[in-house]
């Protein structure tokens, strides 16, 4: 069973706060420019597949993750923690893993998009990018923090858009950003976090 609560903004968060600072561009791009561009191709393509669905009654193109999951677990100086035992209601559409380019041990990210059961979109990130950059970029237009939920003992920041139905649940811990976005509701972002288990290649 999932447990879920809600509480007020506070500084005991288990996550680090993560402000949304200014964003400053280096040359050649940084973590946080292939974080976002990533996850905002993964959104399209989330919006293309529902749309084709509705629309022509086609059925949504699913794609099998695992080749992704392997991908990052590889190069990773972390262990990942994937989505286990899903209903198969939640369909995987989209997945990538990505490491810093020029950095044979630099930072790994695993983005992965789903169709939800409601046919919302649910984005999971995984990232070991260093600094709060990489957070920053994944929230969206005019997003605050108003507060901390509780899921399965673990406390995730909530950053909901004032402008749309997007949110965020993040949390950083052991130098591991992981973040959940999209405009599914907070029950399947719940149901999506309490799924998160160690990933082993097979």
């Known amino acids: 069973m999932v447990g879920v609560s809600t509480s007020a903004p506070d500084t005991a968060s288990a996550s680090d706060p993560v402000p949304a600072p200014a964003r400053r561009r280096r040359r050649g ?48 100086s972390y262990t990942l923690r994937v989505p286990t035992g899903l209903p198969k209601t939640w369909r995987a559409t989209s997945a990538a893993s990505t490491q810093a380019e020029g950095q044979a041990s630099g930072p790994v990210t695993l983005t992965v998009g789903f169709v939800t059961p409601d046919a919302d979109y649910a984005q999971l990130t995984e990232s070991n ?3 709060l950059s990489a957070a920053a970029d994944l929230l969206p237009a005019q997003a605050r923090r ?19 139905a997007e949110q965020v649940l993040l949390r950083r811990s052991g130098g591991v950003l992981i973040a959940v976005t999209g405009n599914a509701s907070r029950t399947e972002f ?13």
Request: no cysteine; proline share 4%.
């Open 190 to 202: 719940s149901q999506l976090i309490a799924s998160l288990a160690p990933y082993r290649m097979s």
């Open 146 to 164: 108003t507060g901390v939920t509780t899921i399965d003992g673990e406390r995730w920041q909530v950053w909901p858009s004032a402008k749309s």
């Open 29 to 76: 791009g940084t973590v946080g420019d292939m974080i976002r561009s990533f996850g905002l191709l993964l959104v399209i393509v989330v919006i293309i597949v529902l749309v084709r669905g509705q629309g022509g009654g086609e059925k949504v193109r699913t794609i099998d993750p695992t080749q992704a999951y392997d991908g990052a677990a590889h190069v990773a």
């Open 129 to 131: 990018a260093a600094g």
